[in-house]
């Protein structure tokens, strides 16, 4: 089965960059017709979709953190990364990497994503 592991700094200052990220296990990010999205809670809060890579590599944003934030990948090592510039206190959460199955379907729809990663928190603090 396909595991994902978040990783990153628990604790960003703001003005900075958040950067995570996700390792993938038992299977690859290339992988035809799978998509790899972040997804975060804020405390208290719902589910927040950021963006996500698709197999072939284009990116997708959510339209109020698209000037923000910027995902990559790095298929050599089955990872991909979230970079969310310019952070302030709003942006604490759980952050999470999770994958969309090949089915149609919105990306805020979370019964699509078949596999998430635990959750990491980080806090923007000083």
């Known amino acids: 089965q396909v595991q994902l592991q978040e990783s990153g700094p628990g604790l960003v200052k703001p003005s900075q960059t958040l950067s995570l990220t996700c390792i993938v296990s038992g299977g690859s990010i290339t992988t035809n017709y799978y998509y790899w999205s972040w997804i975060r809670q804020p405390p208290g809060k719902g589910l927040e979709w950021i963006g996500n890579?698709?197999?072939?590599?284009?990116?997708y944003y959510s339209p109020p953190l698209k000037s923000r934030t910027s995902i990559s990948r790095d298929t050599s090592k089955n990872q991909f990364t979230l970079q969310l510039s310019s952070v302030t206190p709003e942006d604490t959460a759980v952050y999470y990497c999770a994958r969309t199955g090949p089915e149609p379907g919105s990306n805020y729809y979370w019964a699509l994503y078949d596999y998430w990663g635990q959750g990491t928190q980080v806090t923007v603090s000083s």
């Open positions: 890579i698709a197999y072939s590599g284009s990116t």
